[in-house]
């Protein structure tokens, strides 16, 4: 049976991931945005993580969630990009909040490449095709992370912004589908999740992805 709800932030993921609904997180500034670039690139998977020293009123787990990505990449014989904050500052920063996911994968012997959280832009930073994806992020990637934690069979990131190629309104439309079909493929329980509750970016796109959603006759039986 297909369900839909809206939720907020990384506990709303983590409960939502409890009772084993796919979860899709919206974070339009920036870690949403930045996997939907890298999905158009051709990036063969995307996953999110929390940084170190995170520490939302749920648990996560970026280091299951460099195994999972590092998994992906040795079957498909390729390697990681691990898409970091701060946007602007000293690349040591960035390692720094990574080092949970970029341990796990040297762990699993696969190699990676530490570019910024630049949203649409991160295309310019990395050859995406072919490769897997880790966005690393206090709010979005949290999420991600935290749902996954609590046992969400599957989590993907979905945004509003425009991407090269495409409009906000076509990027909308994609991300609802690749939700629809996540959540078909476990079950058919899908939610919504606004990476910030205090974002009013990632609240209004959270129900504008619903709108997608509902568009698409997600609740209509066939």
């Not at 993921?13 to 890298?38: L, W």
């Not at 170190?52 to 992906?72: I, K, L, M, Q, S």
């Not at 080092?99 to 990676?112: F, Q």
């Not at 999420?143 to 509003?160: E, I, N």
């Amino acid at each position: 049976m297909r369900t839909l709800e809206v939720a907020f932030d990384a506990s709303g993921a983590a409960e939502a991931g409890s009772r084993g609904r796919v979860v899709a997180v919206v974070d339009v500034v920036d870690a949403a945005t930045s996997a939907e670039a890298a999905v158009a690139m051709g990036a063969l998977d995307v996953f999110g993580a929390a940084p170190a020293g995170a520490a939302p009123p749920v648990p996560v787990n970026p280091a299951a969630v460099a195994t999972r990505a590092a998994t992906v990449a040795l079957r498909r014989g390729t390697d990681v990009v691990v898409v970091a904050e701060p946007r602007v500052g000293a690349a040591d920063e960035r390692l720094g909040r990574v080092a949970p996911v970029t341990a796990g994968l040297e762990a699993a012997g696969v190699s990676y490449e530490v570019v910024a959280n630049q949203g649409a832009e991160v295309a310019g930073l990395a050859a995406l095709t072919g490769r897997v994806v880790v966005v690393v992020s206090t709010t979005g990637g949290t999420a991600f992370d935290a749902a996954l934690a609590a046992g969400a069979p599957g989590a993907c990131f979905v945004t509003t912004a425009r991407v090269a190629g495409m409009t906000g309104w076509e990027v909308t439309r994609m991300g609802a589908l690749r939700a629809i079909d996540l959540a078909d493929r476990h079950g058919g329980a899908l939610s919504l999740v606004a990476a910030s509750a205090n974002s009013t970016d990632d609240c209004l796109a959270a129900f504008e992805v619903a709108r997608a959603v509902i568009d698409q006759r997600f609740l209509r039986p066939d």
